[in-house]
């Protein structure tokens, strides 16, 4: 079982920045996919950002330009930076690892912006 440990969320002003960092409790191979979605209130759970073993990446359409996904192979670690951020970005967000094959998720860290 592969525990992921979030960081870095918080309360943030509309037009402000956060990171939110994502690491596993204990050394893990064949990562093949790093990836970040968020939960609101009431909706479904979506992908807003992934990262693939060849560097490649993945936006939602509402976060692109603003949001920008990177990785540390060396520690297994994925990084969020979320640039000028509305209040729709408010939510839930889960790291999420698929580990030779299987997916595991992150326990969640409350991301909150205000108007």
């Known amino acids: 079982q592969v525990q992921l440990v979030e960081s870095g969320g ?9 990171r939110l960092s994502c690491a596993p409790a204990g050394i893990i191979f064949s990562v093949n996919v790093m990836g970040w979605y968020r939960q609101a209130p009431g909706k479904q759970r979506e992908s807003v950002a992934r990262i693939f073993n060849d560097g ?43 580990v030779s094959g299987r997916n595991y998720w992150g326990q969640g860290t409350q991301v909150t912006v205000s108007s």
Not at 10 to 18: C, D, F, R, T
Not at 58 to 85: C, E, H, P, Q, W
């Open 10 to 18: 918080g309360l943030v002003q509309a037009g402000g920045s956060l």
């Open 56 to 98: 490649d990446t993945t936006y939602a359409d509402s976060v692109m330009g603003r949001f920008t996904i990177s990785k540390d192979n060396a520690k297994n670690t994925v990084y969020l930076v979320m640039n000028s951020l509305k209040p729709e970005d408010t939510a839930v967000y889960y790291c999420n690892m698929i």
